[in-house]
Nanobody, 122 residues
Framework: QVQLVESGGGLVQAGDSLRLSCAAS????????MGWFRQVPGKEREFVAA????????KYADSVKGRFTISRDNTENTVYLQMNSLKPEDTAIYYC???????????????WGQGTQVTVSS
């Protein structure tokens, strides 16, 4: 199992940027595809972005494409989410997760972190 801890959330204004980090410990980080998801209270958790084990392949939700960038540093056991041009509708708790299978397989992400709150004011 891999343990995940997110950080970097906060309160920003519309149009601002934030970078989220997710530090992993436990089993070999590079053996996992990684993903970011978000959840608004009362709504289902939704996919945001995913990255393959090597970092060469990425996938994004349509709602964040062109504004968010997922990346990873396998030497630092960390995955990042750079969020630019933030909108009020990006307000949510952001979670990172790991997948021992494909980065494309959204259903099998697990080992959820505790989440980090992102609030975007208009």
């Amino acid at each position: 199992q891999v343990q995940l801890v997110e950080s970097g959330g906060g309160l920003v204004q519309a149009g601002d940027s934030l970078r989220l980090s997710c530090a992993a410990s436990g089993r070999t980080f590079s053996s996992y595809a990684m993903g970011w998801f978000r959840q608004v209270p009362g709504k289902e958790r939704e996919f945001v972005a995913a990255i393959s084990r090597s970092g060469g392949l990425r996938k994004y939700a349509d709602s964040v494409k062109g504004r968010f960038t997922i990346s990873r540093d396998n030497t630092e056991n960390t995955v990042y989410l750079q969020m630019n041009s933030l909108k009020p509708e990006d307000t949510a708790i952001y979670y990172c997760a790991a997948n021992s299978g494909s980065y494309n397989d959204r259903a099998n992400f697990g080992s959820w972190g505790q989440g980090t709150q992102v609030t975007v004011s208009s």
